[in-house]
């Protein structure tokens, strides 16, 4: 549960946000990810910093640059937090179209 706290807490920044969903079209150098976006490409290394400490992101050289990615195993993280909820609400789901809730 930590770890999704720390990527839920890290994506709650919209520039994190932003820049995590440019990521989703695949990987990119810092330049590319900074492009068009309201704040300096030093601002965007740091928010990268911020989302691979969380897990979301993984980087590798490329030459001088740093070549950044979406980590599947930090979303696998945040699905298994989520899927906690979903089991309960699928289950009362079916108990209300099948009539059962409240009943003993």
Do not use: C
């Not at 706290?5 to 946000?17: I, K």
């Not at 989302?51 to 590798?60: P, R």
């Amino acid at each position: 549960m930590n770890n999704a706290a720390a990527a839920l807490a890290a994506l709650a920044d919209p520039t994190r946000r932003q820049i995590f969903e440019r990521l989703a079209a695949g990987p990119r150098a810092v330049g590319d990810i900074a492009r068009g976006l309201p704040v300096t490409r030093p601002a965007v290394s740091q928010h990268l910093a911020v989302l691979k400490s969380a897990g979301l992101v993984k980087d590798q050289a490329a030459g001088t640059r740093r070549i950044y990615e979406i980590d599947p195993k930090g979303l696998g993280t945040i699905r298994a937090w989520l899927d906690q909820f979903w089991d309960t609400a699928l289950a009362s789901f079916k108990d209300e179209v099948e009539g059962t809730k409240g009943k003993s």
